[in-house]
């Protein structure tokens, strides 16, 4: 051993604990390996553009006093450009982290992780990180697809964004503990598309992405699986923020907003607790590097 | 940390299996002391790796207990990662990220191995120059060579400079010369920096080389421990006397060799170069040695008298085939 390496072997420098950096660290990493996957980025920005000509086409066929009764105006294409560009973001954040976490038992990096000093929480945050700013490009990037390509007539006031960007945190923090909880269900079971598929699904489905909820008051249980859909209400914000205009001065939105804070204290938590579950019965099987 | 850096206590551990549970690590105690170097060699499958990694806390024991560097692996494990470093050297580098270079899977490491920023900045340069990877650290990963990720690996378990080192097979993979480096490496860490080493390889070459003291695990159990010459022991009732002879009229030695008292039997007798090599298990190694010397004295110029060690090659196969059949 050289001399030099040796000198910086013999300090006694104490560790820096802070779970802010350890976040940082994983967020870091995994935004830098993901920027490598160039082909891939260049795909889905062309995917997207193709999905948003899909719905302007199909708006020119719906009547606009079918989507005015929703009471979100009265162009399908802003009302559907928000369902499902939200919902995308949605699914890609959720999907991220299980799917990052597939990537790292299959690759073998998961021991190391899990036989570091860092915080299992720490290392969800920041993959989940990774995956809120990666889906702002594309959420972002569809959005203004549809206004300033197809025309899609959105509100984009300082105060109608500021309400949505508020909503969209809520509606992340709402719904992160569920993508944990998948990954949870990955550590297990080593795989979980199809659960994030019918995730994402279910949230387009009941939440109304595509069509007015209206819709389903005829289907009771279905109205009722609605209501019990956190995404329900973060779209319920966003469309009256963006497509009205609405503001944090509507009761509307609070009260969206009170139900996505609730979700958010509840489904963290559980999320977190879930993971754990999962984490000890791999130590326990001895299959923390088996896909 | 107390005496002993790494403790196990009647540590097991059984996977479900389809008829009867599977005992990858069966009431296992070990004591390796704090600054020791300290070889686990075992035929694939004897439950190294399962041992390895519930001391890094990957796995949970089913019963017994463990302390590494004091604490314990179930109920402290948060304390034991920060204490461990940990190789997994035959996964021949699948452990990093191969989209991220050198440099980068180091900064990294550095991030969730709680390194502050500014000392893994010039740890880092100073690994990179160490191992060789200097010219190539911003390529990424997957173009490098088995050897060279492997080197990354060793890298990145140094990077927060723990005071227990865990090294599963640290040397597979790599070219000669970066072996006999790193072998290097490993006995300085040990001797300048009073690292604990647990030490697993298939080189059993290299655990002979650097390990004070080894334990022999088959079959989950530890079947054998001490140092070179306690294992010796146990497979070698008699001791083995090498006697070099000068001239190649060595039959009459061995005659003479033979005939004494404390000699059990010649095992060689044959022409080496322009020498003569005998080798005699004898039941008395300390009155053995004089004695011969004294018979031939006189007749025929002895070169050395020494006692012959068994290698641990030939330790390790002796008692795991004897554990195997017995």
């Not at chain 1, 190391?112 to 860092?118: G, K, V």
């Amino acid at each position: 051993m050289d001399n030099q390496l040796i000198t910086y072997f013999q300090d006694n420098v104490a560790p820096d604990k802070s779970e802010v950096r350890q976040t940082w660290g994983i967020f870091w990493g995994q935004l830098k390996i993901f920027m490598t996957y160039r082909t891939w980025v260049v795909t889905d920005t062309f995917n997207t553009i193709v999905s948003i000509a899909i719905y302007y086409f199909l708006s020119l066929q719906v009547q606009p006093s079918q989507i005015a009764a929703s009471g979100y105006g009265t162009s399908y294409l802003a009302f559907s450009l928000i369902g499902i560009a939200f919902a995308n973001y949605l699914w890609f954040c959720i999907n991220r982290i299980s799917h990052s976490m597939q990537s790292e038992i299959r690759e073998g990096t998961f021991e190391t992780i899990a036989s570091s000093p860092i915080r299992m929480r720490s290392y969800l945050f920041g993959q989940a990180a990774r995956g809120f700013l990666v889906g702002l490009y594309y959420m972002v990037g569809a959005l203004a697809v549809g206004v300033y390509g197809f025309n899609a007539p959105l509100h984009f006031e300082p105060a109608a964004l500021l309400t949505s960007s508020l909503v969209l945190v809520f509606m992340v923090l709402s719904h992160l503990g569920l993508g944990i909880f998948i990954a949870g269900i990955v550590l297990v079971y080593k795989q979980a598309d199809p659960v994030t598929f019918m995730v994402s699904l279910f949230m387009e489905f009941f939440a109304g992405a595509l069509f007015p909820l209206q819709l389903l008051s005829n289907y009771p249980p279905l109205a009722i699986a609605s209501e019990l859909m956190p995404y329900t209400y973060a779209l319920d914000a966003l469309r009256k923020s963006l497509i009205q205009g609405a503001t944090l001065a509507s009761q509307d939105i609070l009260f969206d907003l009170a139900v996505l804070v609730v979700y958010a204290v509840i489904l963290l938590p559980l999320g977190l607790w879930s993971f754990n579950v999962g984490y000890d019965r791999i130590r326990t099987e001895g299959t923390t590097s088996s896909y | 940390m107390n005496d002993h850096s790494i403790e196990t206590i009647g540590i097991t551990k059984e996977y479900p299996g389809k008829e009867k549970p599977l005992v990858a690590v069966d009431h296992t105690d070990l004591l390796i002391r704090s600054g020791e170097l300290f070889g686990l060699l075992g035929p694939n499958g004897a439950g190294k790796t399962t041992l390895i990694k519930m001391l890094c806390t990957l796995i949970l024991p089913t019963e017994g207990t463990a302390k590494v560097g004091g604490y314990d692996i179930v109920k402290e494990a948060a304390k034991v990662r920060e204490t461990i470093g940990w190789l997994h050297g035959e996964t021949g580098g699948r452990a990093l990220y191969w989209r991220l270079s050198a440099r980068d899977n180091l900064r990294f490491y550095a991030y969730i191995q709680n390194v502050p920023s500014d000392v893994a900045r010039k740890r880092i340069e100073a690994l990179l120059e160490f191992f060789d990877l200097k010219r190539e650290a911003d390529s990424l990963v997957k173009d490098y060579s088995t050897g060279m990720k492997v080197r990354v690996m060793l890298a990145r378990t140094l990077l927060p400079n723990p005071p227990i080192l865990l090294l599963d097979e640290p040397t597979v993979g790599l070219d000669a010369q970066t072996a006999i480096e790193t072998r290097k490496l490993i006995q300085t860490l040990n001797r300048e920096l009073h690292k604990t080493i647990l030490l697993t390889s298939h080189n059993l070459y290299e655990v002979e080389k650097l390990c004070e003291r080894v334990a022999i695990i088959n079959t989950g159990k530890i079947v054998a421990l001490g140092t070179m010459d306690q294992l010796a022991h146990l497979i070698h009732e008699a001791k083995t006397v090498e006697v070099r002879l000068e001239g190649t009229d060595g039959e009459a030695a061995t005659q003479i060799i033979q005939q004494l008292d404390l000699i059990r039997r010649v095992v060689i007798s044959e022409r080496s170069g322009d020498g003569w090599i005998i080798r005699a298990e004898v039941s008395d190694l300390d009155s053995a040695i004089p004695r011969i010397a004294n018979a031939l004295a006189g007749n025929f110029r002895i070169r050395g008298i020494s006692e012959i060690r068994p290698h641990l090659e030939e330790i390790f196969v002796k008692i795991t085939e004897g554990n195997n059949h017995g």
